[in-house]
């Protein structure tokens, strides 16, 4: 049996250049955001609490609670919104193909009845209302030439719909059934964000253009703007309102995010508090998104942090929540009281997790180093990627120290450390052979004469055993000189050989392939000592063995994570469905029974593990 104890959610995904959204439920202090074809509510009173909805086809942009809080919209690039609720389990309610392309912002009514999606399509095609049970379009919006980035819909009666997109208008639109009202060109950039007051008096737009334009929320006729003094020094991405109808807050790529005070009549918006984070200085630190979620101010950078300021006590430090935009490739366990679980993802982002609290610290490596495998010993990291060169850093209390590399001249494959070697010798492997180092001086590199899939060094740096694209596997002592003579060939797979890890123990080893099948041998014997195990679907992406040598846990393509007990049968293995939506890119043992996985989704989660 296998049950969810933590995950460490990825963050929303982010686009340069353009403004993404985040919403809250109305009666609670949960959040929604996207990632991928992920949709994840997330609790900001207990940030670990995280439920993943991946029913989308494609990748999902924005979804939003109905104003009651039953149900939730969410839409796709491809132009389909779902509505569905999330009691005893997901249910679909509904689901419209609304435009041709891609959704970029979608609004309910205040009753409930209606929904206003926006976006790109083909002709006029970029707004549509529709009746969330039968999907019946309610009404016609004409007057947008391009991409049409945000809607919404006034939340008191008589209910009106504003618009903004890349023709640089503001569009106003009275109903139902909805139609054109009048047109307003007072930005002179991308009008990226549309938000209504919630007592419907007003609504605002933010541009590119540095600006803000504040409108009657009735007649839609522009009542007055946010001042330039204090404003802010680049595009503003999106805005959002306090609950009391007085206040907004903007997000911009100057890396800023103000809190105005709008005059009561609407004419003026001016800045009384502008939020202070810790840069980095890179574009990271962009702001791209916000919500004013009760007593909760939330911003998003480019980087996918979002900073959770109290809006009661905005000079108080932001609880920061961070984690992976990209898919998580690597994991590695480092134990001690509190265990630490690092991962990275192929976008060059490393971050560090404490089981039982989750986000730590991260590190962008420079100029988005691809990263393909993670491995760490004490308070070392190693890491391989694409660009022929493995990386070290220490790790520190504080985070991460200054990373030195070497170039092997290859691309990386595989990366195991000899743990008991007095300078951690490192075996790399590449497509025809291997690379021996110790630190970052390179003591060999040898040519296998085939062509290399998987690898892995013994504890004490003596043994090597590496796995070929035939699905042969093929056992090496290491000498003093540091070169490999070969012992034996094992002949069990009929597939690439894909991953190898030896017990903690040293008396055995086990090895998966592309062709989805899992082996356990006696290191001394060279004998299978569990086979049969075939349980995946599809390639086996990354296997773990257990502190106490007892279970083998594997990750697969299939997003399933198998659990074996090497003393019993494959058949009575335990198996954790769908652990991660795309497939499972990595496995860990955190302690003897806590599984940690990775993969597409960006995220990270633990399973607890009860052996039948």
């Known amino acids: 049996m296998a049950k969810l104890v933590e995950t460490f959610p990825c963050v929303p995904s982010t686009e340069r250049g353009r403004g993404i959204l985040i919403s809250g439920d109305p009666k609670s202090d949960t959040i929604l955001y996207c990632n991928g074809r992920s949709v994840l509510i997330r609790s900001l009173q207990r940030p670990q609490d995280v439920e993943v909805y991946g029913e989308h086809g494609y990748a999902?942009?924005?979804?939003?609670?109905?104003?009651?809080?039953?149900?939730?919209?969410?839409?796709?690039?491809?132009?389909?919104?779902?509505?569905?609720?999330?009691?005893?389990?997901?249910?679909?309610?509904?689901?419209?193909?609304?435009?041709?392309?891609?959704?970029?912002?979608?609004?309910?009514?205040?009753?409930?009845?209606?929904?206003?999606?926006?976006?790109?399509?083909?002709?006029?095609?970029?707004?549509?209302?529709?009746?969330?049970?039968?999907?019946n379009t309610m009404g016609d919006f004409d007057g947008h030439s391009r991409r049409v980035?945000?809607?919404?819909?006034?939340?008191?009666?008589?209910?009106?719909?504003?618009?903004?997109?890349?023709?640089?208008?503001?569009?106003?639109?009275?109903?139902?059934?909805?139609?054109?009202?009048?047109?307003?060109?007072?930005?002179?950039?991308?009008?990226?964000?549309?938000?209504?007051?919630?007592d419907g008096s007003k609504f605002i737009t933010v541009s590119s253009d540095k600006k803000g334009m504040i409108y009657d929320g009735k007649t839609g006729d522009k009542i007055g703007e946010l001042a330039s003094e204090d404003g802010h020094k680049g595009s503003i991405y999106a805005v959002n309102w306090s609950p009391d109808s007085k206040r907004v807050l903007t997000v911009s790529a100057d890396k800023s995010a103000k809190i105005w005070e709008i005059s009561e009549d609407g004419t003026a918006g001016s800045v009384i508090k502008t939020l202070t984070f810790t840069e980095s200085g890179g574009a990271e630190d962009m702001l791209v998104g916000c919500l004013w979620q009760n007593n909760h101010l939330i911003t998003v950078s480019l980087g996918g942090t979002m900073s959770l300021f109290s809006a009661d006590d905005m000079d108080?430090?932001?609880l920061l929540l961070s984690g992976h935009i990209k898919n998580v490739t690597s994991l590695?366990?480092?134990?001690?009281?509190?265990?630490?679980?690092?991962?990275?993802?192929?976008?060059?982002?490393?971050?560090?997790?404490?089981?039982?609290?989750?986000?730590?610290?991260?590190?962008?490596?420079?100029?988005?180093?691809?990263?393909?495998?993670?491995?760490?010993?004490?308070?070392?990291?190693?890491l391989t990627g694409f660009d022929n060169k493995v990386w070290r850093m220490p790790l520190t209390d504080n985070g991460f120290g200054a990373?030195?590399?070497?170039?092997?001249?290859?691309?990386?494959?595989?990366?195991?450390?000899?743990v008991d070697t007095p300078e951690y010798t490192t075996l790399v492997s590449f497509e025809s052979g291997v690379v021996l180092l110790n630190g970052?001086?390179?003591?060999?590199?040898?040519?296998?004469?085939?062509?290399?899939?998987?690898?892995?060094?013994?504890?004490?740096?003596?043994?090597?055993?590496?796995?070929?694209?035939?699905?042969?596997?093929?056992?090496?002592?290491?000498?003093?000189?540091?070169?490999?003579?070969?012992?034996?060939?094992?002949?069990?797979?009929?597939?690439?050989?894909?991953v190898i890890r030896y017990s903690p123990d040293f008396t055995m080893f086990a090895s998966g392939d592309a062709n989805r099948e899992a082996v356990v041998w006696d290191r001394e014997t060279k004998q299978v000592k569990l086979n049969n195990m075939l349980f995946h679907t599809a390639r086996i992406n990354?296997?773990?063995?257990?502190?106490?040598?007892?279970?083998?846990?594997?990750?697969?393509?299939?997003?399933?994570?198998?659990?074996?007990?090497?003393?019993?049968?494959?058949s009575s293995?335990?198996?954790?469905?769908?652990?991660?939506?795309?497939?499972?890119?990595?496995?860990?043992?955190?302690?003897?029974?806590?599984?940690?996985?990775?993969?597409?989704?960006?995220?990270?989660?633990?399973?607890?593990?009860?052996?039948?």
């Not at 509190?338 to 609290?357: A, E, M, P, R």
């Not at 892995?456 to 003596?462: F, R, T």
């Not at 995220?603 to 009860?610: A, C, D, F, G, Q």
């Open 542 to 570: 990354s296997l773990a063995w257990s502190p106490n040598n007892k279970m083998v846990a594997t990750g697969s393509v299939d997003t399933n994570v198998i659990v074996y007990e090497v003393d019993k049968p494959a």
């Open 60 to 135: 999902a942009t924005v979804a939003r609670y109905s104003p009651n809080g039953e149900w939730i919209a969410s839409a796709d690039v491809s132009g389909t919104v779902r509505v569905w609720g999330t009691h005893n389990g997901f249910v679909l309610k509904n689901e419209f193909r609304v435009l041709a392309g891609r959704i970029d912002d979608l609004q309910w009514s205040s009753d409930c009845l209606r929904i206003v999606a926006s976006g790109d399509g083909k002709g006029k095609s970029l707004v549509r209302a529709f009746a969330w049970d039968s999907g």
């Open 440 to 498: 970052l001086s390179i003591l060999s590199k040898i040519d296998l004469g085939f062509v290399v899939a998987a690898s892995v060094i013994s504890p004490d740096g003596k043994e090597a055993i590496v796995g070929g694209q035939d699905g042969k596997i093929h056992m090496y002592s290491v000498s003093e000189e540091n070169s490999l003579k070969e012992e034996a060939v094992l002949e069990k797979h009929r597939g690439a050989v894909t």
């Open 573 to 612: 293995r335990i198996t954790v469905r769908h652990a991660h939506l795309g497939g499972v890119n990595a496995v860990a043992f955190v302690d003897e029974c806590t599984v940690a996985s990775s993969g597409e989704d960006a995220s990270v989660r633990m399973w607890h593990i009860e052996p039948q």
């Open 316 to 318: 108080k430090p932001p």
């Open 149 to 198: 980035l945000s809607c919404a819909f006034k939340p008191t009666r008589p209910f009106r719909i504003a618009t903004c997109g890349e023709d640089f208008l503001v569009n106003f639109y009275d109903g139902p059934p909805f139609k054109f009202h009048s047109s307003h060109r007072e930005h002179s950039n991308f009008v990226n964000c549309i938000r209504y007051a919630p």
């Open 332 to 382: 590695a366990v480092l134990g001690g009281n509190q265990k630490t679980i690092l991962s990275c993802s192929y976008d060059g982002l490393i971050v560090k997790w404490l089981q039982g609290v989750g986000y730590s610290c991260k590190l962008q490596m420079k100029d988005n180093t691809k990263i393909k495998r993670l491995a760490a010993i004490e308070s070392n990291i190693l």
């Open 403 to 418: 990373a030195d590399h070497v170039d092997i001249g290859n691309q990386p494959l595989d990366i195991s450390i000899a």
